[in-house]
């Protein structure tokens, strides 16, 4: 893991936990000696050391190991490409787990493509509660309001100002404003012993209010404080945010985050998407949502290594996309996807309204979702997402989305152009289609007429329903019998 507040807690955790058992226990990090990190790492070289857990230290050149076979990545996030090309190198023939809340756009791309297996743990633990996030302008007199009521509630507070050089006149300011809290402030240029005591002070309830840089992103677990305060989110990345809110929230207590900018400040494009989505994203469990929401603002980088390699920029993001899921599909060994294009024309209103989505960029962004919708259980997540965000889903909506997925279910059924209305449809087959062709005369039989095959250039089922329904139905139903045609 790559804080050392972090690293000393889960080395504490692991010594109690195996305290009992025949399990050596060391720690890589700067709150150990020098003497004491040689030892470490020499007695791992001989594998007297059963498990080791360090900050980036452990991925210097001087450290090895005599036998690894499990590797786990706590706050993945937090590595960089160069890290991550050494943990590859570690990780050639062992066990890998990655820890993370909020999954950095490249890796949660990954997952999602199928290059990573992905599990989430979605059930927060017993008796927590949501935290209540605030985002406004600065106002200190918001601050002492927020900062009176936790302390006479007897909790804490964290002040997260990210500004070493007036991070002492801030925590000043504060103490002067708050005359009977008890304040002190934290940064990563103090000394280990430094940092050390503050924590240890903060985790004792010596301190009501830490004033501190981002250093407190990761790791420290104080359920005794449920308030945060962050001076200046909007410079701040959105995981970053997500992890440092995270600090607080911890018991069974309500927990308050204030997300701060500047007075009169006018926020960025994508300042403002951010913490319109911190503001939004409030329930338990909601880091994936919240990397996924990274992912739409930031792209999912390059997931090829430190450089950008192969001709992904000539080829464009969404073909090279397309590409790389067919080899995985292929190496995993399914089959390759059948190469054509399915396309719709039926007779029905398909479109999103300017009266339910008015904004034009949002607009863009749902269409291009739910364009690829492939699966049942892509349609209901994105009925889902849009009842939530929007409201009722009108009905060019909804008939918009069962296009989608008929596309689908006709390409899978080897159908290249499906048109017409509920009166008269016409689906053309693809002339390599792997169908069972001894099953057609049946299927004819039992639609009695209403059913034929046409041969020619362009082979096609024509059907002439002689039941009411939408063209959506009726396609849906003639879909569902031409399925029993595959091979």
């Known amino acids: 893991m790559p804080t050392t507040v972090l690293c000393g807690q889960h080395y504490k955790t692991f010594a109690n936990r195996f305290g009992d058992f025949p399990v050596r226990v060391e720690m890589l990090s700067r709150f150990r000696s020098t003497k004491e990190i040689n030892k470490t ?135 002067r404003k708050i005359p009977y809290a ?70 069974n207590r309500m927990a308050y985050a204030f997300m701060m900018y500047e007075r009169d400040k006018i926020l960025t494009e994508v300042a403002e998407k951010r913490l319109q989505a911190i503001k939004g994203f409030t329930d338990l469990g909601s880091g994936v949502k919240i990397a996924m929401r990274d992912l739409e603002i930031r792209g999912a980088g390059n997931i090829l290594g430190a450089s950008q390699s192969g001709h992904l920029g000539e080829v464009g993001y969404d073909l090279y996309c397309k590409m790389l899921e067919e080899s995985i599909s292929v190496k995993k060994g399914n089959k390759p996807k059948i190469d054509f294009e399915t396309k719709i024309d039926i007779q029905v209103d398909a479109f999103i309204p300017k009266t339910y989505i008015s904004d034009e960029m949002s607009k863009m962004d749902i269409y291009k979702r739910i364009s690829a919708i492939e699966t049942l259980e892509d349609y209901d997540d994105m009925r889902d997402e849009l009842k939530d965000r929007f409201g009722d889903i009108p009905t060019q909506v909804e008939n918009l989305m069962q296009v989608v997925l008929i596309k689908a279910k006709a390409h899978d059924n080897f159908i290249t152009e499906i048109k017409g209305d509920n009166k008269k449809l016409e689906l053309f087959m693809w002339p390599e289609a792997q169908i069972d062709v001894e099953r057609i005369p049946i299927l004819v039989r039992e639609y009695k007429g209403a059913l034929r095959l046409v041969n020619g250039e362009r082979p096609r089922f024509e059907y002439r329903p002689r039941i009411k329904g939408t063209v959506i139905e009726i396609t849906n139903r003639i879909l569902e019998d031409l399925s029993t045609l595959r091979g």
């Not at 036998?67 to 786990?72: A, E, H, R, S, Y």
């Open 41 to 175: 790492i020499k007695d791992l070289k001989a594998g007297l050391v059963d498990i080791v857990i360090g900050t980036h230290r452990l991925l210097s050149k001087d450290v090895g190991f005599k036998d690894l076979g499990l590797l786990i990545i706590d706050e993945e996030q937090r590595f960089g490409v160069k890290h991550k090309e050494k943990i590859k190198e570690l990780k050639t023939n062992v066990d890998v787990i990655t820890l993370t809340a909020t999954p950095i756009p490249r890796t949660l791309h990954m997952s999602l493509i199928g290059v990573r297996d992905m599990s989430v743990m979605a059930e927060a633990p017993q008796d927590r509660m949501p935290i209540q996030t605030f985002v406004m302008e600065f106002d200190m007199e918001t601050v002492r309001d927020a900062i009176s009521r936790e302390l006479g509630r007897g909790g804490q507070v964290f002040y997260v100002f990210n500004n070493v050089e007036r991070i002492a006149s801030m925590a000043e300011r504060i103490a």
């Open 182 to 251: 008890r304040v002190a402030y934290a940064h990563g240029k103090m000394t280990e012993r430094q940092l050390e005591d503050l924590m240890y002070d903060f985790v004792n309830g010596e301190i009501d209010v830490l004033v501190t840089t981002t250093i407190i992103e990761t790791g420290l677990d104080i359920p005794n404080a449920n308030t945060i305060i962050i001076h200046n989110a909007d410079k701040m990345g959105l995981s970053q945010l997500y992890q440092l809110r995270g600090r607080v929230g911890r018991s």
